[in-house]
């Protein structure tokens, strides 16, 4: 499981809807525009806050301080638990890196290219997963 890092942004998933009934948060997977009964997932409150909080964008370190002011706690004595459940999120589909932030690391490896196409040749041949190299995905 990949390990979350505290300034990388995090959204909620557009592969789930949410709904509040009775004070308990559900969270339904939608794959096709049908709902998955067979995991749909009930948070309780403390894990309600940080689904609330990830309405807009956050770090990790923001979704930390905040749940520490909800709560009442020292920031380090959360932050260790408040990744593992955005790791757990992540790892179910719930919450995602931000598409800006995904689109800035994809970006990072063509950076270097230059304009004549021999070193994006170069570049797509090294990162394309097709044999053939003249080929690319």
Known sequence: MATIL???ILVRSQAVVARVVEGE??????????????SIYSLDSAASLIWKLLAS??????????FAQEFDVEQEMVRGDVADFLNEM?????????????????E??????????K??????RKNSVVDDPHVFV
């Open 57 to 66: 964008p956050r770090t990790l370190t923001q979704l930390a301080v905040a």
């Open 25 to 38: 948060t559900l969270i339904f997977p939608v794959r096709d525009r049908v709902g998955g009964v067979a």
């Open 6 to 8: 505290n300034e990388e």
């Open 119 to 124: 070193d994006l040749e170069a570049q797509l």
């Open 90 to 106: 992540m790892a179910v589909g719930m919450v995602e890196l931000s598409a800006s932030v995904m689109m800035a690391e994809a």
């Open 108 to 117: 990072g490896p063509w950076s270097s290219a230059t304009a004549d196409g």
